[in-house]
């Protein structure tokens, strides 16, 4: 008689999902009627694998078939290209933003980081681009899009984010992150490109302090109250401030461009990104984690 060989081992990053949809008390639908085929559960499952995984969408569906997800994730039927493009329509902005909230809610950061880059949001090719230059036609300048990205220190967790399609000042984008931000009695570092005495009053009415080089000037002292604190007092940490760079190039290592090509799903493309990263790194802790606790078996040996 043939024996049914059941898979014994569930996937860690499956149930990360699970709990991260379960602290949202993210409902099975949101169609009170009509057709309940995929829960939303499977829905944010299937969007993570997707950006994850780096591959079109045709790609992705068939080898969805190859994989033990359906299984995992209790499909009842693979969904088509067009079904998991208009699934990334679904959530806005805000949804994805308490999930990142979820993804972190657990750590407690002493030192926070933050910087800004440019990410591709046109796939121009680079060799067309140079073909070209070298058949003497003019350069068309196609502007990137700009994240600034807050992280912690201590573990690389990506805590809150902010997007816009064109190139804008660093400090735009770090007081709407501070304006954001819910945790308390905490440092942050930038680089010279968020020197503001702004930036240091909305840092110190969030009871959090916020540390950045000062700009080099014709003056001896530079204006400002919190500014002349920074410049008399730097903390003895500020070179953590280089792990946001690090973060980064982890993030632009995933996302080689964006793949939207509407502005708000740009948006929404590049936060399932720190999802999916998040997600990855939490993996990594706890396996670290669970290493470090099991003795080792050189212990005890005569």
């Known amino acids: 008689m043939q024996k049914q060989i059941y898979y ?9 999902i699970i709990k991260l949809c379960h602290s949202l008390e993210l409902p099975l639908h949101y169609n009170k009627k009509g057709p309940k085929l995929f829960t939303n559960y499977q829905r944010v499952g299937l969007i993570i694998l997707f950006l994850r995984s780096k591959k079109s969408l045709i ?18 039927e693979i969904p088509g290209k067009s079904t998991l493009h208009d699934w990334m329509k679904l ?18 950061p002493s030192v926070m980081a933050i910087d800004a880059t440019g990410i591709d949001s046109w796939q121009r090719s680079r060799h067309y681009e140079r073909r070209r230059k070298q058949c003497g036609f003019s ?8 994240a600034d990205v807050l992280v912690d220190t201590k573990k690389k967790l990506v805590y809150d984010f902010t997007f816009r399609i064109k190139p804008r000042h660093d400090v735009l984008g770090a007081k709407t992150i501070f304006k954001r931000l819910k945790v308390k009695n905490v440092l942050i570092l930038g680089d010279k490109g968020y020197d503001a005495e ?41 070179g ?11 993030l632009k ?12 799903m740009k948006k929404r493309e590049f936060a399932w990104h720190i999802i999916a990263y998040n997600l990855k790194l939490i993996l990594q802790l706890i396996s670290e984690l669970l290493m470090m606790k099991q ?8």
């Not at 014994?8 to 990360?16: A, D, W």
């Not at 840092?203 to 540390?211: G, L, P, Q, R």
């Not at 401030?241 to 982890?250: A, K, L, N």
């Not at 290592?253 to 793949?259: A, C, E, F, W």
Request: charged share 30%; net charge positive.
């Open 8 to 16: 014994q081992y569930e996937n860690k990053l499956h149930k990360q």
């Open 59 to 76: 790609e992705f569906i068939k080898e969805l078939f190859e994989s033990r997800w359906p299984i995992w994730l209790s499909l009842k």
């Open 91 to 108: 959530f806005n902005l805000n949804f994805l933003r308490k999930l990142i909230e979820q993804t972190v809610s657990q750590e407690k």
């Open 139 to 146: 350069e068309e300048h196609m502007p990137y899009a700009k």
């Open 198 to 238: 702004e930036l240091h009053q909305i840092a110190f009415e969030k009871c959090n302090k916020f540390y950045a080089p000062i700009r080099k000037s014709s003056r001896n002292r530079p204006n400002g109250r919190f500014r002349k604190k920074a410049f008399d007092n730097p903390p003895i940490n500020k």
């Open 240 to 250: 953590m401030r280089s792990i946001s760079e690090t973060v980064i190039r982890s």
């Open 253 to 264: 290592v995933r996302i080689t461009s964006l793949r939207s090509k509407l502005h708000y």
């Open 295 to 302: 003795p080792s078996c050189y212990s005890g040996c005569s």
